[in-house]
């Protein structure tokens, strides 16, 4: 394990470490979008709890039926593998593979503003939630908060140069 490495400022949760499988150090892990392939392309994976360490990947299995399972160089037993239950797992977003212009990591609608069709202020993203049925932006604004589900009769426009994203929001979604 080199962690002489600095921790990036962009890490991502991407998921979070269920329990050791076998002997050898393999693990069962709990991954928060079904449909992400960010993990699958990195080779770097920083475990966070109380403190971070970073990881090379060795190999991972994807196979949601019976348990997603990751298997790092630097674990090599069931022993070190439980130190590591509920870490989460977190991948620098520099990682992430590119994507075509039609595309959008979720992640990167957090922190952008939320307004409605009259560009009034209705909060900002604070996290996407991957529900069954659409993903869904947490969006907070003078402590309360509420849902907008990332479907094209409510999510108008996202405008990445201006950090913002505009809602046509139904009734009730905002009380």
């Known amino acids: 394990m080199n962690n002489n490495l600095t921790k990036p400022d962009d890490l991502v949760p991407i998921g979070k470490i269920v329990k050791p499988h076998g002997i050898k150090g393999e693990m069962k892990f709990l991954i928060y979008n079904e ?3 960010v993990l699958e392309e990195s080779s770097l994976v920083w ?4 403190s971070s360490q970073k990881f090379d990947v060795k190999k991972i299995q994807m196979i949601s039926y ?3 399972r990751i298997k790092f160089f630097e674990i090599d037993s ?17 990682e992430f593979p590119d994507i075509n ?13 939320v307004f409605n069709m009259e560009m009034n202020l209705l909060g900002t993203v604070a996290d996407v939630l991957s529900i069954p049925g659409n ?18 009769q ?12 505009i809602i046509n929001p139904i009734e009730g979604l905002i009380e």
């Open 66 to 68: 019976t348990g997603n």
């Open 135 to 152: 993903d869904q932006l947490l969006v907070i604004h003078e402590g309360k908060e509420f849902l907008v589900p990332i479907v094209e």
């Open 101 to 113: 212009k039609e595309e959008d990591y979720l992640v990167d609608y957090i922190g952008m503003d």
């Open 78 to 94: 069931r022993d070190k593998a439980e130190s590591f239950r509920n870490f989460t797992l977190n991948v620098s977003r520099s």
């Open 35 to 37: 449909d992400s392939r």
């Open 47 to 50: 475990l966070e709890k109380d």
């Open 154 to 165: 409510i999510v108008k426009q996202f405008d990445f140069e201006n950090n913002q994203i």
